[in-house]
């Protein structure tokens, strides 16, 4: 026991830690290790099994190209957008900075169906988009802004408390001395943020591969096509393949991990430094 | 004159930051800008820097019409309350920035950068610290980085927003002895922003009050004590009582006690402005004795030229226009603290 105790009641540290651990067990680690228990419910082969048709692999590459769009497009406008909120006064920032939340408070099914609404057969812009002779619902071009909106406030979450607490102090001792827009951006305003980012950019990725409601609205389902990894789970799932749908699933999951993985891992490398950046 | 400010307005919303500031710094000159919070000293600073634009009014230096200049091309140095260095270079890459972001031609090489940034390590006494990330220095520390990163561009013009507002009162003192002894070196035309009125008068060779956007006066620190422009500037500089009196065919009454008026004097009801220095108390008998003793001048040391005695003989009268007496110009002679002393402050900076 250390020698400063900060609660005043005694002994209450063990129990909550204990209650704390109980429920991440009963809810996260539980969950989890049913996911690997019930793909390899039939062993390796029947694990493997699951990824023999090219379905399987259609899924995975197709949800990789849709994080590997929308999570840049989003790591952008999440910069811009903290850059904008933290660095200038205007009229509605207020207003923007509660837009940029809003996918956090809506279903992600509505923010599936507001694209059908807008480019589906009956939609808004149908007549337009008949014109051209371009679809966007059913296509992946429809994932993809389904996901970037989803998705769309992770990075800017992660910068602006950030942006916002460190100030423009540096950026405008960098004008006085010198420093051109380009410059100020690369030296001084990225690096001051890396950590921030890279952690909205993780967490943007996981969702991004991970979303299901507003991509399944959006989605149509067509095997081979337009099915991204959780929806191919769906599909197994509901065509009883058990197995099937929890070898998916171990993929997502093991995305998931890594993700957490090399997080950890950059913190610990890079440890001296965000100590000492952040004590500042 | 290489600065010259003329008629400098700025409004922020309504509110009027700078009131037609008119002010002329001198090449090398160590002009302080003092005044209370809301002044407008740190707009004045920030348009000088190139961070702010005014509504109207020009800012020149050596002819060249500064407020068309980008900052890169004013070559302005400025100096922050809270530091603003870097947090995630070390003090060498601090203070190489703003060489190294010069544009490919007019950069220095890398060894010429290298060798820029030990002698500004030596000039600001932080040798072997280069290493060092800021969070690791003291506040001290800190601001000399950023003292030594705003000469790494050879300014000809230092900026200094309130650089010692966040650092405790002993060192403030020390910083404060040692920003002059810089300014002897480098020669730098040097403005200094601060709300504490002693740190100004104990550094600058010059100090603007301002007031509400306007300046009250701009006088050498002697000046300004003995000769107040104003009873604003009297009472900002401090140590006053004001007593109400009357002016009567050339007496000063206060209070049942009479004196010889100064002349120059309004005449009819006055505010008798006296600071405790400026009064020597006697046993009653008229004559104050040789033991009577002023008390202790805010005004730093080396603007004062009296021991006991030394002064007149009888409390002076002083309603903002006091008797003139020989300024004693020790200042610009006075011996600067010996290199041993700001080293000793710093390693008791270090935390």
Not at chain 1, 92 to 102: C, F, Y
Not at chain 1, 146 to 155: E, N, Q, S, Y
Not at chain 2, 132 to 160: E, H, T
């Amino acid at each position: 026991m250390s020698a400063v105790r900060r609660s005043p009641v005694r002994g209450l540290a063990p129990l909550l830690i204990g209650v704390a651990l109980l429920w991440l067990a009963l809810v996260v680690l539980l969950p989890l290790g049913m996911v690997f228990a019930e793909a390899f419910r039939r062993g390796l082969d029947g694990f493997l099994d699951a990824f023999s048709e090219p379905d399987a692999w259609s899924a995975v590459r197709l949800t990789l190209l849709v994080a590997a769009i929308s999570v840049p497009l989003n790591a952008l406008f999440g910069l811009a957008a903290a850059w904008c909120i933290t660095r200038y006064e205007f009229r509605g920032k207020a207003l923007l900075t509660t837009l940029i939340d809003l996918p956090f408070s809506v279903s992600p099914v509505i923010s599936g169906l507001v694209w059908v609404l807008l480019f589906g057969t009956a939609g808004w812009f149908a007549p337009l988009l008949d014109a051209l002779g371009v679809r966007v619902i059913f296509t992946v071009t429809g994932l993809v802004l389904a996901t970037i909106l989803v998705t769309l406030p992770f990075v800017a979450r992660e910068l602006i408390p950030l942006m916002q607490q460190q100030g423009a102090d540096e950026e405008l001792a960098a004008v006085t001395l010198g420093a051109g827009p380009w410059a100020i951006f690369s030296r001084v305003t990225l690096p001051n943020v890396r950590w921030a980012l890279l952690y909205g950019v993780l967490l943007c990725n996981a969702r991004a591969m991970g979303e299901f409601g507003a991509v399944s609205v959006v989605s149509g389902h067509i095997r081979g096509l337009t099915n991204t990894l959780p929806l191919h789970v769906e599909i197994l799932y509901n065509e009883y393949d058990f197995v099937g749908a929890f070898a998916t699933a171990t993929v997502l999951a093991s995305l998931a991990l890594v993700t957490l993985l090399i997080k950890s891992l950059l913190e610990w490398r890079f440890a001296d430094e965000l100590a000492a950046t952040r004590r500042h | 004159m290489p600065l010259s400010i003329q008629n400098l307005t700025k409004t922020f919303r309504g509110f009027t930051a700078l009131d037609a500031i008119a002010l002329e710094v001198g090449e090398g000159e160590f002009l302080a800008l003092l005044g209370p919070s809301g002044s407008g000293k740190t707009t004045l600073l920030r348009i000088m820097a190139g961070l702010d634009q005014p509504d109207a009014g020009a800012v020149a230096f050596d002819g060249e019409d500064f407020l068309v200049q980008t900052p890169r091309q004013r070559r302005v140095g400025l100096v922050f309350q809270h530091y603003a260095l870097f947090r995630h270079m070390t003090v060498a890459d601090n203070i190489a920035f703003g060489l190294k972001v010069r544009p490919r031609g007019q950069r220095p090489s890398k060894a010429d950068i290298a060798a820029r940034v030990s002698e500004l390590l030596r000039l600001v006494q932080l040798e072997g610290l280069e290493k060092r990330y800021p969070a690791q220095l003291s506040g001290g520390q800190r601001q000399r980085v950023a003292l030594a990163r705003a000469l790494a561009i050879q300014p000809r013009l230092l900026l200094l927003d309130e650089p010692f507002g966040a650092l405790d009162a002993k060192v403030r003192r020390e910083l404060r002895r040692w920003l002059r002894h810089i300014h002897n070196e480098t020669g730098v035309t040097t403005v200094f922003v601060t709300h504490d009125q002693e740190e100004a008068l104990d550094l600058a060779d010059r100090v603007a009050i301002l007031k509400d956007g306007r300046i009250e006066q701009v006088a050498t620190p002697l000046d300004l004590y003995q000769h107040p422009a104003s009873a604003f500037v009297h009472d900002f500089l401090g140590g006053a009582v004001h007593l109400p009196g009357e002016v009567v065919d050339g007496v000063l009454a206060v209070d049942g006690w009479r004196a010889p008026a100064p002349d120059g004097s309004p005449v009819g009801p006055v505010v008798l402005a006296v600071r405790g220095e400026d009064l020597i108390l006697s046993d009653g008998s008229g004559d104050p004795g040789s033991d009577g003793q002023p008390a202790r001048s805010p005004l730093p040391s080396r603007h004062r030229d009296r021991g006991p005695g030394a002064g007149s003989r009888a409390p002076r009268a002083r309603p903002h226009c006091p008797a003139r007496r020989r300024p004693d110009r020790a200042a610009s002679t006075r011996p600067h603290p010996p290199v041993q002393r700001v080293k000793r402050a710093g390693r008791e900076a270090a935390p």
